[in-house]
């Protein structure tokens, strides 16, 4: 089964690993949503979740969930 079609095509997709606890979840997303995320993650931390951008080649199977709304900072 296909990957549903990127919110932004013509950008490159990313792995995007969100681990909490014992629980380590992957996503793939376009690079501005994922980076979105991830700076609002910083900037709102949460002591038991980490999430991380990997650069391992890897895009897994399923994107993000609600990857549109994190277009725009």
Not at 4 to 32: I, K
Not at 50 to 58: I, K, L, P
């Amino acid at each position: 089964m296909p990957l549903p079609r990127s919110p932004r095509p013509e950008e490159p997709d990313t792995h995007l690993r969100v681990t909490s606890a014992d629980l380590v979840v992957d996503f793939c997303g376009c690079r501005t949503a994922v980076r979105n995320f991830l700076h609002d993650r910083l900037s709102h931390p949460h002591p038991s979740i980490v999430a991380v951008e990997v650069a391992d080649g890897f895009l897994p199977n399923r994107r993000m969930p609600c990857e549109a709304l994190w277009l725009h900072p």
